[in-house]
Each structure stands twice: as C-alpha cells, then as structure tokens.
C-alpha cells in the first residue's frame, strides 16, 4: 500500500488534524468565525490554481490545500462541540416545551431520555439539547421520539468528574451536544403532541419496535431474545450484565453490536432475491436503488451506529461499483467513507465504535492476505476455519492496542472464541432474518424460534465456557496514550516487513518496540515513589485513601472488596493508573497499622500528617492535662453537629475535607468557618481549595 496512490489520503489526514485541533483546543466564536472565512478563501484558491499551469506553483496548490481543510476540520468540529451552551435561560427558568430526542431507556430508578429543548412556557426560543431523568411510570415507559412534553424542572450543568480518572461523563456527552441534565419528578411533566423532527428516524424506531414485537410473538423469550435484539437490532438495554461481560472476556462482544458482517448478511440476502433484476440495465439501476435503501433503511433501525454507518457506506460504494461495472478498491471505501462520516459529524472520530471499526477493516486487509498465505488446507473445512482464524487475528492486530487502552483488559483465549462462536453468530443471524418473513405464517414460527433459541443457548454456554477457563482474560493493563502510538508503530512496521523486507523498518520496528516495553517499568518506578492521600467523591459514602509506594489502603464505610459497583465505577480506574495494589478496610475498623499507616480510633497518622474523622454522633472531648492533640487535617463525615468553633479549641486543626456523606448546609457551615479563619477548605464534590487567605 502507497499513501500516494491513494489521493484522499491527503485530504483526509490533514481535516482529521483539524479536528483534533479543535477538539483539544479553545476557539471563542468569533475565532471560529474567522477560521471559517479562511477555509473558504483557501478553498476557493484552490479552484484559481487549477488554472494556472506549471510545476512551480504545485506546492502553493499543496500548501493551501492542506490548511484548507486543517482550518475546515477545526470548523466543523467547533459547530459542534463548542455551541453557545453558556446560555444563563436554560438556568434561569423551569418550565420548558421540549421534544423527545431518543427513545426513553429503563432504568432501575428513573427513565433517562434526552430531549430537544424548543422554548420555554413563555415561548422564548432556545435550541439545547438535554439529558432528563424521569420518574417510573406506566406514561413515562410509553414516550417515543418526537413527543412534546411540557416540562417543570431545574436544569443543571453536567459536571466533570470529581474523583480522579473516572470516566468523564461531560466529555462524552458534549459530544452528543448535551450540556444539561435534569430530574423530573412525577406529576411534573405532560404530554402536549407528537412532532418529530425527522421523520425517517421516526419510522426507522417504530419499525424497531414492530420487528421486536414480531420475535416476540414468535416465541423468543429471556436471555436468547434479549441477545437476538442486540445482534440484529442494535438494542442491548435490557441484556443481562454479567452475560454481557462474559462476551467481553471472550474477546467477542463485537458479536453483540450490528457491525459489517450483519450488513454484509443484509446485503448478500437482498442482492440474491433481486438478482433477476440483472438482466436489464435500467433495472440493474433500480436494483441498485433498492439495495441501498434497503442497507440504509436497516441502518437506521439499529441507531446508525458507526461500526453500521462504515459498513453501510462501504456497500453502497460496491453496490455502485457493480453497476459500473468497475471493482471498487478496499482502501478507497475506506477512506472515503472515513471521510464522508467525519464531514457529517467530525466528533465521531472520538467514539470507541468508530476506531475499533476502521481499524479492525484495516486490520483484515493489511494483515489476513498475508497470514493466511502462510498454510493451506486441502480440505474446504480446514481452508474456511484456517481463513476464520486468520482474520480474527488480523482483527486483534488492528484493534488490541486502542482496545487494551479504552477497556484494560486483553481476552487471552480470542482465538478459541472467535473459531467457535463467530461461526455460530453467522448462523444466528441468518435464522433471526428468516424469522421475520416466517413468523406472519401459523404454527412454522414456533419451530424456527425454538431452533433460533437453541443456537443462541448453544453461543452463550460456549462464551461462558470459555470465560471460566483459567488465565480467560488479562484484566487491569495499563498505558498511556504514546504507548499505545508506540506499540502501532510497532505493527506498523511488521506490516511493512510482510510487504517488503527492509532492514531500516527491522530496525525501527525493534527500536520502537525496546521504547515500548521500557515505558512500563519505567512508568512504575515514577509512580510507585508518590504518597498521597486521597478522599474519593461516593454520593452518601465515604471513601479515603491512603497511597504509598504503590499500595493503597483504602477505608470505607460502602465498600466492602474490588467488585463493589461503587469501586468499580469510582476508584478502579485510578488505582490501575497508579500501579497500585489496593487493600480495603472498614471505616469503623478501631485499630490498623502497617508499615507506613496507623489508625488509634479516629486518628490516622500517614507519613509526617495525622487526619482525624469527625463523624456525626462522636464528639472531640477535652484531653487530660499535659496532653496537646492537633490535627493536620480533620476529615469531616454524616453532618458533624459539634460547632466548627468548639472542636477548634479543643483540637486544632489547619485544614478541613469534607466528603459525600455531608448535606449542603453542614458543608457550607464548614466552609464559612474556614474561609472566616483562613483554614484550607476542600469538599470532594468541588475539588476547589478554599481559603481566608
């Protein structure tokens, strides 16, 4: 592969820079603006050099390309991801007509369901878009997209996160354009009408429903239907956890997302049923047509998610390469597709599914031609596992270092589960499509639905085999992004070596991979010299933690071992990053000691400092004469109710936490306290310090 016989490539790379110009970056609107103006000028010098002749001005015509689309990546990508949000009215007033935007998802204690807000009760115009969490009801559970909903609430700004690496949810739901977020409680909220603003997608989710009712009624019933819903129509909201995690440890939950083999299926169906339309060409055009209405129309019903969109984009360019009687290069339809996607949305270059895809394909196709080169079966059977197996591997190669970075695990036994279940999934897939026309006839449904159900029991019993194997998955690996350039550098140059052997690329390739493998220990011996103290941000529970060469103590009254929700979606990710082993003991523990901690009921002494827990029902007695107590930071839980004054004088302190477990009016009784005496103030929902100083 030349990146010079491939012309878009020089398009592509330089918008793709743009975008993350953007994306990293701070443009004001009138930047935004200006840069807008600049693109168009360079475009349209661009169409002035064409007419102008001689070698000598090709690297003007270059030059100016390359801003050109630099400056159009970074607006487009400013269009959405930096909008006018700082809009005080969305704070200021809480009655609000909005318009159901997504279908409304059940959760345990709410409907979460984000909406297009359109004006306020007094029909001022507003254009946001926001997340609203609902109250259970029967009224609630029966919105659809494009409902419009009066609407009473309290609109509050998405934060970041409080605790450190923890998942941001502000980032990812900036690039879903949502700033705001807001709980409607019962009685709050009426339904007005019904107007969606797009009615494609309108049809495209009632006929979602409509095929989920059809299977339904064929009899699909429990975990085989709800892993029937994910693999064809894209709906995985009610599957089961832990199901859904064992796929994740098998290294096949790409299974259980509409990806291009399930377009691929689509597609050769449709092609087969319309192939009589071949024998004429104006019919071949209709053909055309029909199969990329088909393709795209499936799109939508499954939520046009990246992995669909790609594939979906890709067949079209071979449906129309069939009509034109010309074969379409891979990479083109890749890059062009790549291309075309980034120009509708440029933050999709962000989404997890949107990278694994693009380099999965491209994975395939640098890769698999060569490794299944390497052996040939003489059997038919042989030959098709042998292809399987290379293509799963050539997948892994294109996506294990992005993968291991986002999910920081590694499926140790891919291989076993791709030949065994991939195969099967094709089948599943087959099946559930001939379901659909089937289940409007009497009785045959029921056989076909049962069979169905077997071969998905069959998939989830060999995934769950495979999980329980010893070593199944590596779990908590972790590196940084220049790892992660590093180690595609590495397979990079591996590919080079498969194409063309070149002792400078043996080199590099070796070079790279030494900086690689000495980035960990590296990394490690940096992290594990920090102390810290650290006190995690838990709605109503506290947890502290104590770091130390690589060990954490972490006490909590909530948190009991490792697979705790609460650490999982709160600390996990921070004690990966920091290489450290974590040991987890109850708050109310009387005594503890290691080498480097001792807990005395509640005083901590941790290095050089002594922290002091300051619940609600305890109080700080005077101590017996002669004894000085201090505290060089008193950690505060559950509304202390003893005055910030009295347990000043009989234990002072220089710097005050307050944690989760405390409501806003003991927090700012604290704050003012300390703010009023220039003592430190720190609460873990702000992370700011505060001072009288």
Not at 267 to 276: Q, V
Not at 410 to 417: G, H, K, Q, W
Not at 431 to 453: D, E, F, M, Q, R
Not at 643 to 670: C, I, Q
Request: net charge positive; hydrophobic share 45%; aromatic share 12%.
């Amino acid at each position: 592969m030349k990146i010079q016989n491939y012309p878009l490539v020089k398009v592509l790379l330089p918008y793709v820079a743009g975008i993350m110009v953007a994306y990293f970056g701070d443009f004001s609107e009138s930047a935004c603006r200006v840069l807008s103006m600049l693109a168009a000028g360079c475009l349209a010098m661009i169409v002035l050099l064409t007419f102008v002749k001689g070698y000598r001005w090709c690297w003007v015509q270059t030059v100016t390309m390359n801003v050109a689309f630099v400056l159009a990546g970074i607006s487009l990508t400013d269009i959405r991801f930096h909008p006018a949000f700082e809009n005080k009215m969305l704070e200021e007033h809480v009655d609000w007509v909005v318009r159901v935007a997504e279908e409304p998802t059940m959760r345990e204690k709410s409907v979460k369901t984000a909406v297009e807000v359109l004006h306020n009760a007094d029909n001022q115009y507003v254009k946001a878009k926001v997340l609203l969490y609902l109250k259970p009801s029967l009224e609630a559970s029966q919105l659809r997209y494009g409902d419009l909903l009066l609407v009473h609430t309290d609109l509050s700004r998405i934060l970041p996160p409080c605790n450190p690496d923890a998942f941001d949810n502000q980032q990812y739901m900036r690039r879903r354009g949502i700033y705001y977020t807001g709980f409607v409680r019962e009685g709050a909220w009426e339904v007005i009408g019904h107007r969606p603003a797009n009615p494609l997608r309108s049809f495209a989710q009632h006929a979602r429903k409509r095929l989920t009712s059809l299977y339904a009624s064929a009899g699909m019933s429990g975990d085989e239907f709800d892993i029937l819903k994910a693999i064809l129509l894209g709906d995985d909201d009610t599957l089961d956890p832990e199901l859904k995690a064992s796929y994740s440890s098998a290294g096949v939950s790409h299974i259980l997302c509409v990806s291009g083999m399930h377009v691929g299926v689509i597609f050769m169906i449709i092609n087969f049923l319309l192939k009589p339309m071949d024998c004429f060409p104006t019919s071949k055009a209709v053909k055309m047509v029909l199969v990329m209405l088909v393709i795209w129309l499936y799109a939508h019903i499954t939520g046009l998610a990246p992995s669909v969109t790609r594939s979906a984009t890709m067949f079209s360019f071979v449906a129309v390469g069939q009509l034109l009687h010309r074969n379409t290069n891979v990479f083109h339809s890749l890059f062009a597709s790549a291309f075309i996607l980034l120009i509708i949305n440029p933050l999709l270059l962000f989404e997890v599914g949107f990278q694994l895809s693009y380099l999965a394909v491209s994975g395939i196709v640098l890769f698999q031609p060569k490794l299944a080169a390497i052996y040939h079966c003489r059997t038919k059977v042989g030959n098709y596992f042998w292809e399987l197996l290379t293509v799963s591997v050539a997948a892994q190669l294109g996506t294990s270092p992005i993968s291991i970075y986002y999910f920081t695990q590694f499926p140790n036994y891919f291989m076993l589960s791709n030949l065994s279940v991939i195969a099967l999934s094709f089948v599943v897939i087959i099946t559930g499509v001939v379901l659909l026309p089937i289940s409007l006839i009497p009785v045959i449904p029921k056989y076909l639905s049962w069979l169905l159900t077997m071969e998905i029991r069959v998939m989830n019993r060999i995934i769950v085999f495979i999980e329980q194997l010893p070593h199944s998955v590596t779990e908590n690996i972790d590196y940084h992004f220049l790892q992660v350039l590093l180690l595609y550098g590495v397979i990079g140059c591996f590919c080079s070596l498969l194409y063309h052997k070149n002792r400078k690329v043996f080199w590099t390739a070796c070079v790279l991979g030494v900086l690689f493998c000495g980035s960990f220990p590296i990394k490690k011996l940096a992290l594990t010299k920090e102390t810290e103290f650290l006190a995690y941000h838990i709605r109503k529970s506290s947890a502290l933690g104590f770091c130390y060469h690589g060990q954490l103590i972490l006490f909590s009254d909530s948190i009991r071992t490792g697979k705790d929700k609460l650490y999982q979606y709160n600390i996990r990710n921070h004690v990966r990053k920091r290489c450290q082993n974590a040991t987890i003991v109850p708050i109310d523990t009387g005594e503890y000691d290691t080498p480097f901690l001792c807990k005395r009921g509640n005083f901590i002494r941790f290095g050089d400092k002594t922290y002091y827990l300051l619940n609600r029902s305890e109080r700080v007695l005077s101590p017996p004469k002669g004894m000085i107590l201090h505290a060089d930071c008193l950690i505060i839980r559950q509304n202390p109710r003893q005055p910030p004054d009295e347990v000043m004088v009989v234990l002072p302190f220089y710097e005050v936490v307050a944690d989760a477990t405390n409501t806003p009016f003991y927090v700012e009784r604290w704050r003012a306290f300390c703010v009023e005496n220039g003592i430190p103030f720190m609460f873990t929902g702000n992370r700011n310090l505060e001072s009288g100083t």
